[in-house]
Every structure is written in C-alpha cells, then in structure tokens.
C-alpha cells in the first residue's frame, strides 16, 4: 500500500514540471532571451505552488537550463551567454543574445512539489529557417530516447538503455556525449542509479518495480567529446557542431515503465514546429 501511495505521489508531483515547460515552448521564438525563458520557467514553478530545483544547487544561479546549439547541457539562461557566447555591443554595453531564427534550443526543467522532483527536458525549433541537418539531429535525439524508454522493465539492466541509444544514432550519422548521464530521481534531485547513454558502459544494476529515474541522452552532430566553460557549468560540443537533448522522468511499474513528465500524447513540441513551420 505504501508503495502504491508514493508511485501515486511521484506522478501527480512530476505533472507541474511538465506544465512550466510548456510554457517555455510557447515563449521560445526569434528574439526571445534566454534570460526571459528562465522568467517564464520561474514564474510558471512560483504560480503553482513548485520551487524551481535548479535555482541554487551547488550555487546554479538560475531557475532553468537553456542550452543552445552547441552547448550539450547546462547553460545559465543568458549569465553565460552575453559573456562568452557573440557578444555585442551597443552604446558601450554588453546586450543578452537574443534567440535567432534557425537556432536550436534546449530548455531543462526541474520543479519541486509535494516531496518530489520532476525533471525533463525538450530541444525547439527556433523559427523557421533551422537547416535540414538539425533537424535531423533533434528527431533522432528525440527516436533515442522513445527506444530506450521501450525497454524499462523489471529486470532489464540499467547498462542496456545505452546500447538502445548509441545503436540509433550511430545508425543515423550522429554521436553520444559521455560525460553526462541521466540519474535516479525522487525526494533527491540526482541520486543513484547513473544511467550512461552510451553503449558498452559499466553501470550496475537491474531495474525493479517502484525505482524512479531519467533517461535524458545528448545527441551530437559531430565529436562526442565535450569542454566546460570557465563559468564550470555548461558544457559545448568541442569542434562546435550542434547537440540536442531529450529527457523524461521515468517510474518503473510491474509491467513496464510510466512517463511521469510525458506532454498530452506523449507528442515533442518539435514536431508541431515542422508541421507548423516546414511544410
């Protein structure tokens, strides 16, 4: 019985994550800020009774991840942008790059609510002039993390959710990032299992009934390899090429695997950008 109430818990704590994201994918268009993401992030958390999980955590001084185009994961809404990013000027002062048409971008979301985490994240669309390639990269991104989710079962081994994503985009032209990994969430925010996206790797485990986790691979146009910014949280491709991001928090059930962050019809903002904006 205790176990059935907190699975119910975690589902109905997760939802409002899900919800603020969505209010992000409506704000993410050509000369938007990331900066302005984050407010949309906050505010949306704030009005429904959530704290925003990042803000704070280990010193991350925003409410949101916003990740674009070459950065993997972890950009700071704007901070590391203005500073490191194209820089302009105007009238002697730094202005925060606006998001262009034909950029990619990421926003990560982690609310708290009720005891529990939710995290998840989407890559957009930018507009309507995103190159053939890149969009390539973020419906395959998006085909790795559906086929790794099909697996979630009691007794499949956590190690095996890599071998699912490397196989597919290798066969698509494209690379996985190593150094980032989804991980077991609850009333932590990061916590064990690490679940490496990557095929062939030695994490230990075997997933059971109850055990609530994200699966949240980085997809790369070019090199897998990665460098850190000197503001020590984002992470860039190394040769510079494009990187997408999917990721869904996950409750392994007797039979399965429930997507506790999943949108209505389990349906990516994405593929309403195209049908919108490409056809």
């Known amino acids: ?30 000369g938007v800020t990331t900066d302005e993401l984050d407010r949309v992030v906050h505010e949306a958390a704030i009005e429904r009774d959530c704290y925003p999980s990042p803000l704070g955590y280990y010193k991350f001084p925003k409410s949101c991840c916003t990740s674009v185009n070459e950065v ?6 704007d901070v590391g942008e203005c ?5 302009e000027r105007d009238v002697g002062e730094w ?26 994240n989407e890559t957009f669309l930018v507009g309507d002039k995103v190159d053939e390639e890149s969009r390539k990269l973020v ?7 559906q086929q790794a989710i099909a697996i979630v079962k009691p007794g499949v081994k956590f190690r095996e959710i890599g071998n699912v994503i490397q196989k597919h985009a290798n066969a698509n032209g494209f690379t996985v990032v190593k150094g980032y990994c989804g991980h077991g969430i609850h009333c932590l925010f990061h916590t064990a299992p690490n679940v490496p996206h990557y095929a062939k790797n030695n994490t230990t485990g075997v997933m059971k009934a109850g055990n609530s986790f994200t699966i949240e691979p980085m997809i790369n146009a070019g090199t897998f390899h990665d460098d850190k910014w000197p503001d020590d949280w984002t992470a ?44």
């Open 1 to 30: 019985m205790g176990s059935k109430l907190t699975a119910r818990c975690k589902s109905k704590s997760t939802k409002p994550s899900r919800t603020c994201l969505n209010e992000a994918a409506r704000a993410c268009e050509p």
């Open 72 to 77: 993997i994961c972890h950009g700071i809404p």
């Open 83 to 87: 500073r490191l990013r194209r820089m």
């Open 95 to 120: 202005r925060l790059r606006k998001l262009e048409n034909g950029d990619l971008c990421n926003v990560d979301v982690t609310v708290y609510q009720r005891g529990f985490h939710g995290d998840l």
């Open 139 to 145: 419906q395959t991104t998006f085909e790795c993390l």
């Open 236 to 279: 860039v491709t190394r040769d510079g090429k494009r990187s997408a991001q999917f990721e869904q928090t996950l409750l392994v059930t007797d039979t399965g695997c429930e997507i506790l962050t999943q949108r209505t019809g389990n349906r990516p903002w994405f593929m309403d950008q195209i049908e919108e904006k490409y056809r």
